[in-house]
């Protein structure tokens, strides 16, 4: 077995590597990223344009949305560029509107914009860390669907929310702020596709495991994990559009969350355990 293929059977989620089954479920649709300037959302941006899908990118960068468009047309694929700043409530309703009236219907609405930070509890109390990553992974996706949910609508449309695995339990050490935002937006995307079903539109989150992208750069934990690449993890961003499922998981996840679940004591003792193992790590770094 290769390493590629070892990677795919231990981390990947199920996905869709099938290039004319996702033709056929987006070709002439207009589908919405956020992210879409770099790591996932680029690679899911690219996949749906040489797919055929009108695809609107949403970024803060304009620079590098505009290289997204580039790299979609230079393949024939069409593509258009918004820069928004999910954490600013002014802007997210202002695109929103925009957006209503240039594209009126919405296919797939692909909510993948996310911000993390690693970092002790003690160290995040005088900072804005957990303010920024409500607003980026929580109330600004939350209200930017609620703002395109007529477009949705007239579509039928589909709203896959990118999450990681992280975002279930149980909880790990100092990843209070990312993990209580992704979760938090998780179940209430999932509350309100509970009402949507009866509007024809649907829901699903995309669990994903450790993907290799400027967002995890910072961590140096990381570098040496295995990791699926953008690609790969835009192969199971987009299987939801295919397939209509309410999660797409690795399937080690249930275990994970089943062990959360019976053995929630033994399991937090053992994650204290390991933080307590990297404190004193970093205590002997710094002598």
Not at 240 to 245: C, N, Q, R
């Amino acid at each position: 077995m290769t390493p590629r293929a070892l990677r795919r059977l231990l981390l990947s989620p199920p996905a869709c590597r099938d290039p004319r089954a996702l033709r056929a479920a987006v070709a002439g649709r207009t589908v919405a990223v956020t992210g879409a300037s770099s790591g996932i959302g680029r690679a899911t941006a690219l996949l749906l344009g040489a797919a055929g899908a009108e695809v609107l990118l949403l970024a803060r960068r304009t620079a590098e949305l505009e290289r997204v468009q580039a790299e979609i047309g230079a393949h024939g694929g069409r593509a258009h560029v918004y820069p928004l700043d999910l954490a600013d409530p002014q802007a997210v309703q202002a695109l929103a509107a925009h957006l209503l009236t240039r594209h009126p219907r919405l296919h797939a609405l692909i909510s993948n914009a996310g911000k993390s930070v690693r970092r002790p509890v003690g160290a995040s109390a005088d900072r804005r860390d957990l303010e920024r990553q409500l607003a980026v992974n929580f109330t600004g996706p939350a209200a930017l669907t609620l703002a395109l949910l007529p477009a949705l609508t007239r579509a039928g449309g589909v709203i896959v929310n990118v999450s990681s695995v992280s975002a279930r339990p149980p909880g790990v050490p100092r990843w209070a702020g990312y993990q209580g935002s992704k979760a938090g937006f998780d179940l209430w995307l999932h509350s309100l596709g509970a009402e949507l079903r009866a509007d024809g539109v649907r829901v699903s989150s995309v669990y994903l495991p450790l993907t290799r992208t400027p967002m995890i750069a910072p961590t140096r934990a990381y570098r040496f994990l295995p990791a699926l690449t953008p690609h790969e993890a835009a192969q199971a961003v987009v299987r939801p559009l295919v397939h209509p499922e309410l999660r797409v998981a690795p399937w080690w996840l249930t275990g994970q969350e089943l062990a959360a679940l019976v053995a929630p004591g033994a399991l937090q003792r053992l994650l204290g355990t390991l933080e307590r193992g990297e404190r004193r790590l970093g205590r002997q770094a710094l002598r």
